[in-house]
């Protein structure tokens, strides 16, 4: 890229941040120091502005970068994650949202330990919720990197590693500084600007082609190089019986795994009723629902326009495929038009890692404080404030997140988001709904039921042609591969489910059937609810 091109980009990301930043400032000399106004921004927000909100969270560099480059190499098989993504909100919405506003204050183990025994469950679903958020954490530094190499000509793996940890930076400052308040207003500026750049960019696409989508996707197929197999299935999943159960995995994975997300769990919390948390996801729901689809017009846009092998040339998985198109659609390389919009799409997509990485390490660093700490401090000892422990957890979370981008950041954003999502469908939705729906379930079911998740699944993906075993693993040299799929939701989310009820009718512990009574009433009602 040239100077120019460079230069406005960087004008452009640091606009963006000096914006934040003086939101996180503001924020932090208002209303700080509780628990609630630290975790749950005083649960002052609208639901207009929770679901902006919910929709800038969820909207990640997995969406605007990942699969937009899936769609342009491998066509069909690219809108799974499409679908996945967008059904999975039917489950939050109609199972999750507005009962776990009930019935919790702060984060998924709140929910569970309403009718159990505390320690053991919170600190069961506090790991795993950890767990979850820094695999997630992990494809948003994966795609800044890929984001800055493009933009400084791909030829300094420092400067992929310097972005990285600055993005790292930024987070804990946004998360110790401002808390949930100033996450959400960074949240909503970027839900904001990335619809409005998604929109320009879909609409110069359809002007490109006449407002033809059926010629756009026939020269995306000629360009591909599979002529009409790129718009059929089977192009990455249908090749053999493993890559049609990788098929199902996956699906499984993104359908389910929303519901067990802690970063969108605890956007809930924000809001002053359940009424009020639902239609946040109303509004979430059309706000997401129009980005995916505008994404596969990008997604076939940069198949047709590029071609799958220049896309390929920039990144081997794609990452970089919505501003190689940004530059093509404003005139070009050394173009006035392709440089101003190459720079605003880059700023954008830097937005979306910076929103989203807060909200992550907000949920995360909540649940090290609210349900490790609060579980794990010997007793007797002087206790500290829990937003201090979160704002320390948030430092170590950023720690633990760089040093995993910088290992995987050959691999796709939304593929690794995937594994996120498989690994809360298998640790943290079976307890969830568990104790929602059983009325028998007990404490150690619900333990079971966590681990009985959380373990099959990180060990299958250490055993996976992810980490060992082919050219595009994590360590290629290694071969420890002894499980076939690339994502384990398959064989784990059944497992988290069976462990949990294993773990229940082998209980001696009688089940209380007045808290249970009581968290119905209260999930069903919102009587008690904080």
Known sequence: MTGEHQMLALLLFSAFVAVTLGITTWVSRNRRG??????????????????????????????????????????YDGLLYVVGFLVAW??????????????????LADVVAARMRERPVRIAAGTSSV????????????????????????TSDAARAWTVIGV????????SLGGMRATTWIQIVKAVLLLGGTIALTVLVLLRFHGDVDRLLL????????????????????????????????????????AGLPHILSRFYTVPTARAARR?????????????????????????????????????????????????????????????LFAIVAAV????????????????????????????????????????????????VGVVAIALGLLARDLNVAFLVGLAFAVAASANLPVLLYSLFWRGFTTRGAVWAVYGGLVPAVVLVVLSPVVSGSPDSLFPGTDLQYFPLQ??????????????????????????????AETEVRSLTGAGAA
């Open 34 to 75: 509780s628990a609630e106004e630290f975790y749950a921004g005083g649960r002052l927000f609208s639901p207009m502005e929770n679901g902006f909100a919910i929709a800038g969270d969820y909207m990640s560099a997995a969406s605007f970068l990942g699969v937009t480059g899936l769609i342009a190499l491998f066509g």
């Open 90 to 107: 039917l489950v939050v919405l109609f199972l999750v949202a507005e009962l776990v506003r009930n019935c919790g204050r702060f984060t």
């Open 131 to 154: 767990t979850v958020s820094v695999l997630y954490l992990v494809a948003q530094m994966v795609g800044a990197g890929s984001l800055v190499a493009l933009l400084l000509g791909g």
């Open 168 to 175: 790292g930076a930024l987070m804990v400052i946004y998360v």
């Open 219 to 258: 020269t995306a197929a000629e360009r591909s190089g599979y002529g009409e197999a790129f718009l059929a299935p089977g192009l990455k999943y249908g090749g053999d019986w493993t890559a049609r159960f990788d098929f199902i995995s996956l699906g499984l994975a993104l359908v389910l795994g929303t």
């Open 280 to 340: 946040s996801v109303v509004w979430a729901v059309g706000l997401i629902g129009g980005f995916y689809l505008m994404t596969i017009v990008l997604g076939f846009g940069a198949a047709a326009i590029l071609g799958p092998e220049a896309v390929r040339g920039s990144n081997a998985s794609g990452n970089t495929a919505v501003p190689l198109l940004a530059l093509d659609l404003g005139g070009g390389a050394g173009s006035t038009g392709g440089t101003v």
């Open 349 to 396: 997509a830097f937005a979306t890692i910076l929103a989203v990485v807060a909200g992550i390490t907000l949920a995360s660093s909540a649940s090290v404080a609210h349900d490790l700490y609060a579980s794990l401090r010997r007793r007797g000892g002087k206790p500290r404030s829990e937003v201090a422990v979160a704002r320390v957890a948030a430092v170590g």
């Open 487 to 516: 994502n384990p939701g398959l064989v784990s989310i059944p497992l988290g489910f069976l462990a949990g009820w294993l773990g229940t009718v082998t209980s001696t512990e009688v089940p209380d059937e007045a808290k249970h």
